[in-house]
């Protein structure tokens, strides 16, 4: 996996934004996207629908949340 800072355009309500992740947290919210059948910006506008605190902080709580839920979907077999 590729390290380091990315920031990234995404358009949320028609407004574009500048967000700042790591390299592996766009590589899990990206597949979390695909996965769900949305594009990255929609679901980063459905993080930020209800989010609290800062988007970027918004998205690595949701991408940590999604991985431990897997994580127990995967313990729970």
């Known amino acids: 996996m590729a390290a380091g800072i990315r920031k990234r355009s995404v358009v949320i309500e028609g407004h574009a934004t500048s967000v700042s992740l790591e390299a592996e947290f766009w590589e899990a919210l990206t597949a979390i996207a ?7 910006n929609q679901l980063v506008a459905e993080i930020d629908s209800s989010r609290q605190g800062n988007l970027s902080s918004a ?18 077999r």
């Open 59 to 76: 998205i690595r709580i949701f991408v940590l949340r999604e991985a431990q839920a897997r994580n127990e979907q995967g313990t729970a």
């Open 34 to 40: 695909r996965r769900r059948g949305v594009t990255v």
